[in-house]
């Protein structure tokens, strides 16, 4: 059994994994140079390498996923103008008002079905340009997968019609791909493709794919040049961080195929709890109608870490650090938790 946190099959969430020991030399053995100068060789090869991937020009090595969703916002909406963006998304409920507080940014949400997104349902919701009465909506902030959704995969179809509909609006459209190595496996959309829907795109790799820092914006030549400017008055300016992107480097070359082994163990966890596992499209598994505090205070004197989503919602998410006998292990002790919860 794969044990974290201190001998706890921890799912949490997957930012808790922790990198491997192959991982660990590749970070030991890294070329660096000082990256605020543009000087460190690993860095410069990963911004190139994620670039590609996503298809865009440019790319910029960022310290974490916030970072990256708040530059690329700022880089397709001025101050005074509109993000819109689903009542859920990241980058309005988890980000601490940071479009607000730091570039006065106007935020404005859209409640979906679930986290689910519907082009149609954005577009009408879109203030117009050039009405001095009405704060333009210059972007839309699209997350995949879909946290607060229990990690959904954004339909393509929607994806492709919002950004087709945005060429010719004056509107830009933001990806938050926090987990979107997740939706590529999931769904078997190339990265290629998730990356022509967006003009700015922020992807994490110390997620699932289990580097212990670090995100990549990428987006055309010309708005990474200003992401830098941006990164460094947030204070993102970073020196020998060769150590840190290659161990991303790492992890986007071993460690992204095996995306389908979290899945594979979400539903196999789904499975075993009664969640119907057609509920399940990568690495999370929710569990409503419980007393999530109490499962989780029992759970863990057992040894499982699970997250509360509310009162009544418990969220368990698979990752590299969890092995099938820990998935085994965890669905073991929830089913009796639960079970003798609900029998009191």
């Given at each position: 059994m794969t044990i974290s946190n201190g001998g706890s099959v921890d799912l949490r969430s997957d930012t808790l994994t922790r990198p491997t020991a192959a991982m660990r030399r590749a970070m030991a053995e890294a070329l660096v140079g000082d990256d605020v100068y543009r000087e460190d060789p690993t860095v410069n090869a990963l911004e190139e390498r994620v670039a590609e991937l996503f298809g865009h020009e440019a790319a910029l090595f960022v310290p974490s996923g916030t970072m990256g969703n708040q530059i690329g916002l700022r880089l397709v909406c001025e101050p005074g103008q509109e993000v819109l963006g689903d009542a859920d998304a990241h980058v309005l409920t988890y980000e601490m008002g940071a479009a607000a507080a730091l570039f006065g940014l106007s935020s404005r949400t859209v409640v979906s079905e679930g986290g689910r997104l519907s082009?149609?349902?954005?577009?009408?919701?879109?203030?117009?340009?050039?009405?001095?009465?009405?704060?333009?909506?210059?972007?839309?902030?699209?997350?995949?997968?879909?946290n607060r959704g229990g990690?959904?995969?954004?339909?393509?179809?929607?994806?492709?019609?919002?950004?087709?509909?945005?060429?010719?609006?004056?509107?830009?459209?933001?990806?938050?791909?926090?987990?979107?190595?997740?939706?590529?496996?999931?769904?078997g959309v190339p990265l290629s493709t998730y990356g022509r829907l967006a003009d700015t795109a922020s992807v994490c790799l110390s997620k699932g794919l289990g580097a212990p820092v670090g995100s990549v914006l990428v987006a055309g030549a010309e708005r990474i040049a200003a992401a830098r400017l941006w990164r460094k008055r947030l204070g993102g300016g970073m020196r020998q961080v060769g150590v840190l992107a290659a161990a991303a480097a790492y992890a986007l070359g071993h460690h992204l195929d095996r995306l389908a082994e979290d899945h594979e163990h979400a539903r196999l966890l789904a499975e075993r709890l009664g969640v119907d596992p057609a509920t399940v499209e990568t690495n999370m598994v929710v569990v409503d109608d419980v007393p999530a505090p109490a499962v989780a205070e029992a759970a863990r004197a057992q040894g499982v870490l699970v997250g509360q989503v509310s009162a009544r919602r418990v969220r368990l998410v698979t990752h590299l650090d969890v092995d099938r006998a820990g998935v085994e292990h965890a669905a073991k002790v929830l089913t009796q938790v639960i079970g003798d919860l609900a029998g009191r």
């Open positions: 082009a149609d349902q954005l577009i009408a919701q879109v203030r117009p340009h050039g009405d001095w009465h009405l704060t333009a909506t210059a972007a839309i902030a699209v997350e995949n997968t879909h990690g959904l995969v954004q339909p393509l179809a929607e994806l492709e019609r919002l950004f087709e509909w945005s060429r010719t609006a004056g509107v830009n459209v933001h990806l938050d791909g926090a987990r979107v190595f997740n939706a590529s496996v999931a769904s």
